[in-house]
């Protein structure tokens, strides 16, 4: 997942963490209020409490005005230099600031930084609003515009103007006055209530655990799934007791393995019901977004969300991305019924008398599993000590790209348990700053995401700077007995996190609204998805997968079956997905006087025919790519048009092979290095040779047969 959170002057910034902060702080000597001084300019975390935030936004919107004013106050005619420039280094302290605070908002969200965010985040709309909605500030910017046919400006200085004009049309910036007020209202609103969801979210998923008192109960779960649910109950007290909570490391291992059927039953309904009741609701949240979001789409002239969003990226409506989620959805319906006539043969001959439920997907599809290819994750899980997965990344890395990792342990970090690299080319030249923080905390918001704390690109002071990157996840910890041992779903994230990473780093594009992951919406995941296909090649394996108790690789039995059982579940795991996309746009379709959020989800589900026994991927009270922001908010489907791309990138390294010196320099040049240069479908077929191709998806979904 890529997080995209707020934006200013044109710039997405970062989200990312910290610890809890003291509230006391001497404001004179604030390290927001200038530039960093340590190496690469690594926020000096050690130096920043709670007190700094506040001082340091407010100070960056009089330091934002002031260069505004500069700006539309020159008496020169407007050209790239005095207008585009400028605002690429519109305001150098709301960056600084706004770049660690949405980074300790997401992963370390205390309860500090969780009611410091009421009071900021306010402040940060306000400056997108004074750069958005200046009406001086977008005269001059299309004035370069305008006169783009006649500037001897490069491609990518061109590009750079279209992006800043298309952004400030997108911000409301051509809208009557009063309309322009009444947006600012809205946005307003709408930030207030997507800190709610998450704030909610977070309190709900704290709050719900299962104790079980009885060690007979958990048969079937792994030996270490029950030591850390041993050592949760201890935590609280319980010793000799177990704990189990909805985060992904304690919640997946019960509905994959449990015996107990009540046990999966009380953890999925636990899950599926997720900030939907009580005083963490977030009922009452989705209602008043989904109305705020109907009116914000009419005062920018369009008939609903779903088009304000669509009209922004590859897909350009609504209409596009259901068409390519239909073309999934509906074989991977399909592949269900197979799969859940599959699972109730099986539970039927071991003696089961009830009909397969949503809590019994996960079980039962293992079991199948185990039964056709003599396979379960507890024969992988050893071979993926954590440590080991990421010698793997880096030796893919290097392998592809010529990039070194070199740690940092002097470095500044906002955690004990996070690591620093130094990314070096093979000549010995910096590339960027990487940072990881992998495993769950109380304050830690779920998932798995990549952001960064600086951006590459041309800053105001002249220099070319290169990029903070930090990928955060929610992996299985350790315990006391064993290390980190991940599952193959945590090491495919832990690649896919990275694959992000890598078109952070290694971006050339020379301005910062272009670098990076600065592109379209429903381009940004290719290169996260593709690089998932490495952790599992069996050349990387080889390398990589080592039994973390004796050392021995994973013996090559194991990967082949781990290889023919790679397409198996993809029923399951495509039509979860392809509904949730789906039911984003259904919300976004919406322009209602009225709204049940219960009865809406249901009447969709039966519209789509979504098979009973599984639900949608997320529900929408813990839906929070779409409701925890605007980030994917119609835009969930990306997920699956960016795999078309992907699965039809990886069909030519397939070809070619995967190490292969030419198209691994190919996808580096066009894909990773390109960043928002140029249009993405250019780019995408300057390295495939042709546009991309859905059937490649379907083939790779295993949903149609392999091409020859």
């Known amino acids: 997942?890529?997080?995209?959170?707020?934006?200013?002057?044109a710039l997405v910034l970062g989200l990312g963490?910290?610890?809890?902060?003291?509230?006391?702080?001497?404001?004179?000597?604030?390290?927001?209020?200038?530039?960093?001084?340590?190496?690469?300019?690594?926020?000096?975390?050690?130096?920043?409490?709670?007190?700094?935030?506040?001082?340091?936004?407010?100070?960056?919107?009089e330091e934002q005005k002031a260069n505004i004013a500069k700006i539309v106050n020159n008496p020169d005619a407007?050209?790239?230099?005095?207008?585009?420039?400028?605002?690429?280094?519109?305001?150098?302290?709301?960056?600084?600031?706004?770049?660690?605070?949405?980074?300790?908002?997401?992963?370390?969200?205390?309860?500090?930084?969780?009611?410091?965010?009421?009071?900021?985040?306010?402040?940060?709309?306000?400056?997108?609003?004074?750069?958005?909605?200046?009406?001086?500030?977008?005269?001059?910017?299309?004035?370069?515009?305008?006169?783009?046919?006649?500037?001897?400006?490069?491609?990518?200085?061109?590009?750079?103007?279209?992006?800043?004009?298309?952004?400030?049309?997108?911000?409301?910036?051509?809208?009557?006055?009063e309309n322009k007020a009444r947006l600012v209202q809205v946005n307003d609103e709408l930030t207030k209530l997507y800190m709610q969801f998450t704030k909610n979210l977070l309190k709900a998923t704290n709050d719900f655990s299962i104790v079980v008192y009885d060690k007979a109960d958990l048969a079937g779960l792994p030996a270490s799934t029950i030591a850390t649910a041993a050592e949760t109950a201890k935590a609280r007290g319980l010793d000799g007791?177990?704990?189990?909570?909805?985060?992904?490391?304690?919640?997946?291992?019960?509905?994959?393995?449990?015996?107990?059927?009540?046990?999966?039953?009380?953890m999925w309904k636990g899950y599926t019901s997720l900030a939907s009741t009580g005083e963490n609701s977030n009922i009452p949240v989705i209602e008043q977004i989904i109305k705020l979001r109907a009116e914000k789409a009419k005062l920018m002239g369009f008939d609903n969300f779903a088009q304000l969003m669509t009209s922004r990226v590859m897909a350009k409506t609504p209409e596009a991305a259901e068409e390519l989620l239909m073309k999934v959805y509906e074989p991977a319906k399909g592949r269900v019924k197979e799969e859940v006539a599959e699972m109730q043969a099986f539970a039927d001959a071991n003696g089961a008398d009830f009909k397969i439920q949503p809590w019994d997907y996960y079980y039962y599809l293992g079991k199948v599993k185990e039964q056709k290819y003599n396979l379960t994750d507890a024969d992988i899980q050893p071979y993926f000590e954590l440590s080991h997965v990421l010698d793997g990344l880096k030796y893919s890395a290097n392998k592809l790209y010529g990039i070194n990792f070199t740690e940092m342990p002097d470095a500044p970090k906002y955690m004990d348990e996070v690591t620093v690299y130094d990314i070096t080319d093979n000549k010995g030249q910096h590339v960027s700053v990487f940072m990881t923080d992998y495993f769950p905390r109380a304050t830690k918001v779920q998932g798995a995401w990549m952001e960064q704390l600086q951006s590459a690109g041309l800053y105001g002071d002249g220099s070319m700077k290169r990029p903070i990157v930090y990928n955060v996840g929610n992996f299985t910890p350790p315990t006391a007995d064993n290390p980190s041992l991940l599952t193959l779903d945590e090491v495919e994230t832990t690649f896919h996190e990275f694959g992000h990473a890598l078109q952070g780093m290694l971006t050339q594009a020379p301005y910062r609204s272009l670098a990076g992951t600065n592109v379209d919406r429903d381009y940004v995941e290719m290169c996260s998805q593709i690089n998932e296909h490495w952790a599992t090649a069996p050349e990387v394996l080889a390398v990589y997968a080592k039994h973390y108790q004796t050392g021995e690789p994973m013996p090559a039995e194991l990967i082949t079956k781990m290889e023919e059982a790679s397409k198996f579940g993809q029923g399951f795991a495509a039509t979860e997905l392809a509904a949730a996309a789906l039911?984003?746009?259904?919300?976004?379709?919406?322009?209602?006087?009225?709204?049940?959020?219960?009865?809406?989800?249901?009447?969709?589900?039966?519209?789509?025919?979504?098979?009973?026994?599984?639900?949608?991927?997320?529900?929408?009270?813990?839906?929070?790519?779409?409701f925890g922001d605007e980030g994917y908010a119609a835009g969930y489907y990306t997920y699956l048009w960016a795999q078309v791309l992907e699965a039809d990138a990886w069909e030519l390294f397939e070809q070619k092979g995967i190490f292969d010196p030419k198209t691994a320099a190919s996808f580096k040049k066009n894909i990773l290095e390109s960043g928002d240069t140029e249009d993405p479908m250019t780019l995408f077929v300057r390295f495939r040779g042709h546009k991309p191709d859905p059937a490649a998806l379907l083939r790779l979904r295993g949903l149609t047969p392999a091409s020859k």
């Open 583 to 626: 039911l984003d746009l259904a919300w976004a379709r919406q322009n209602p006087d009225e709204v049940n959020v219960a009865e809406f989800e249901q009447n969709f589900a039966n519209e789509i025919g979504l098979p009973a026994e599984l639900t949608f991927r997320y529900r929408s009270p813990y839906f929070k790519h779409i």
């Open 1 to 9: 997942m890529k997080h995209k959170f707020l934006l200013t002057s």
């Open 78 to 177: 407007p050209t790239f230099e005095n207008t585009i420039l400028p605002l690429e280094n519109l305001q150098p302290i709301l960056d600084r600031v706004g770049g660690v605070f949405s980074h300790y908002d997401a992963a370390m969200k205390t309860p500090e930084i969780s009611e410091l965010g009421e009071e900021i985040m306010p402040l940060f709309n306000e400056a997108e609003n004074n750069v958005m909605l200046n009406d001086a500030l977008f005269a001059r910017v299309k004035a370069v515009y305008d006169n783009l046919k006649k500037s001897k400006l490069n491609p990518v200085q061109k590009r750079l103007v279209e992006k800043y004009y298309r952004q400030f049309a997108e911000g409301g910036a051509a809208l009557s006055p």
């Open 241 to 266: 007791l177990y704990i189990f909570t909805l985060h992904a490391p304690s919640r997946l291992p019960v509905l994959q393995y449990a015996d107990n059927r009540g046990l999966r039953e009380a």
């Open 17 to 61: 963490l910290s610890t809890s902060l003291p509230m006391q702080a001497d404001a004179a000597a604030n390290p927001f209020l200038q530039p960093y001084t340590t190496v690469y300019e690594i926020p000096p975390f050690e130096q920043i409490t709670t007190a700094h935030f506040l001082p340091a936004v407010q100070a960056g919107l």
